[in-house]
């Protein structure tokens, strides 16, 4: 059985940072074609904030680029997402998810506050 189990969210200051971890249990993490992080605020639709490709290949918001980073520990088996110089608009439950052709998953998300 696949599990993504998240932490690291939290209340910081605008201009703050986190880091968001994701620990993937059920799936080397090798095996997953894509992973990305996608948040949802209050109000509003979900959103992909970033992206990375079995290939390596990473994509961004236009809101979170130069700002986000995503990437993965694979001796942990686990994804990550760097958040530096937050906004108080990058308030949202920030949710991690795996899926390839026959698969997707999800994490069970976690809040980050952002304060101005």
């Known amino acids: 059985q696949v599990q993504l189990v998240e932490s690291g969210g939290g209340l910081v200051q605008a201009g703050g940072s986190l880091r968001l971890s994701c620990a993937v249990s059920g799936r080397s993490i090798f095996s997953i074609d894509h992973m990305g992080w996608y948040r949802q605020a209050p109000g509003k639709q979900r959103e992909l904030v970033a992206h990375r490709s079995s290939s390596s290949t990473t994509n961004y918001a236009d809101s979170v680029k130069g700002r986000f980073t995503i990437s993965r520990d694979n001796a942990k088996n686990t994804m990550y997402l760097q958040m530096n110089n937050l906004k108080p608009e990058d308030t949202a439950v920030y949710y991690c998810?795996?899926?390839?052709?026959?698969?997707?998953?999800w994490g069970q998300g976690t809040q980050v506050t952002v304060s101005s």
């Open positions: 998810n795996i899926w390839g052709m026959t698969y997707d998953y």
